[in-house]
């Protein structure tokens, strides 16, 4: 079955560092989402593409966090400067949708990022 | 804010029983869908229903929908211990351009 990737799985590193989350999508699938999760907020979105193009990354601190597609197979999402309260587990999730109706997206199983 | 609620937050059962979780949301929808999530992996789907539908299958799993209520019902019938795990309702909305908001989750404890 086709999955979506995320690496790396875990990710420990110190207040002030720059942190890369990355994600490759099902292939053909035309939209991608980055959400955060977090036991005190739950699933919260972040930003998400379409055919490569940010719809919207309105759930994202816009100072520190970056979200790209540098092509098709490869969604980044960055923290720079990273601080404690960014500890969460962040998902990537892609799917294939029209503008009709909604479909299911499809989970990578995450990044645990812990900020010392 | 979460846009759906689930109730209960978590629900104790036997193997072979039954599970019930609701899904209550605030404002109009054009989908509703359901997650399941296995400690320490992503979501996983599991059912989808439109607005226009009141009730839903997939083998052990029943969804049933009232948008009058604006609530939401996933059964999950003799349940399996491999059916332990958080429960999201999720919920799309016209214009929002495949965007779902998700709820808080239910914990299911299935115990042999």
Redesign the interface.
Same mark, same amino acid.
């Given at each position: 079955d086709a999955r $979506?990737t995320q690496t790396p799985r875990h990710k420990v590193t110190e207040m002030g560092q720059e942190v890369t989350m990355r994600c490759q999508p099902i292939l053909g699938h035309n939209?991608v989402f980055w +959400?955060r999760q977090t036991m005190m907020q /739950? %699933?919260e %979105?972040l930003a +998400?593409f379409?055919n490569r193009a940010p %719809? &919207?990354d309105s759930g994202m601190p816009k100072d520190r966090f970056s979200a790209e597609m540098p092509d098709a197979t490869l969604a980044t999402l960055k923290i720079q400067p990273s601080e404690p309260r960014d500890s969460a587990v962040y =998902?990537c999730?892609s /799917?294939l $949708?029209d503008l009709i109706?909604? #479909?299911? #997206?499809? =989970? /990578? &199983? /995450?990044t645990r990022l812990s900020i010392l | 804010s979460q846009q759906g609620e689930e109730d209960p937050q978590a629900l104790s059962i036997q193997e072979g029983e039954n599970a019930t979780m609701n899904c209550s949301y605030k404002t109009s929808i054009n989908n509703l869908q359901w997650y399941r999530q296995n400690s320490g992996r992503g979501l996983v789907h599991l059912i989808l229903i439109r607005s226009n539908e009141r009730e839903k299958h997939s083998g052990r799993l029943r969804v049933t929908l009232d948008t009058s209520k604006k609530s939401s019902s996933l059964l999950i019938t003799a349940s399996r211990a491999a059916d332990t795990a958080s429960y999201f309702c999720a919920t799309g909305h016209t214009g929002t351009a495949s965007k779902l908001t998700f709820g808080t989750g239910t914990r299911l404890q299935v115990t042999l």
């Amino acid at each position: 079955d086709a999955r $979506v990737t995320q690496t790396p799985r875990h990710k420990v590193t110190e207040m002030g560092q720059e942190v890369t989350m990355r994600c490759q999508p099902i292939l053909g699938h035309n939209t991608v989402f980055w +959400y955060r999760q977090t036991m005190m907020q /739950g %699933l919260e %979105l972040l930003a +998400y593409f379409r055919n490569r193009a940010p %719809l &919207d990354d309105s759930g994202m601190p816009k100072d520190r966090f970056s979200a790209e597609m540098p092509d098709a197979t490869l969604a980044t999402l960055k923290i720079q400067p990273s601080e404690p309260r960014d500890s969460a587990v962040y =998902f990537c999730a892609s /799917g294939l $949708v029209d503008l009709i109706s909604n #479909q299911p #997206q499809h =989970f /990578g &199983d /995450g990044t645990r990022l812990s900020i010392l | 804010s979460q846009q759906g609620e689930e109730d209960p937050q978590a629900l104790s059962i036997q193997e072979g029983e039954n599970a019930t979780m609701n899904c209550s949301y605030k404002t109009s929808i054009n989908n509703l869908q359901w997650y399941r999530q296995n400690s320490g992996r992503g979501l996983v789907h599991l059912i989808l229903i439109r607005s226009n539908e009141r009730e839903k299958h997939s083998g052990r799993l029943r969804v049933t929908l009232d948008t009058s209520k604006k609530s939401s019902s996933l059964l999950i019938t003799a349940s399996r211990a491999a059916d332990t795990a958080s429960y999201f309702c999720a919920t799309g909305h016209t214009g929002t351009a495949s965007k779902l908001t998700f709820g808080t989750g239910t914990r299911l404890q299935v115990t042999l």
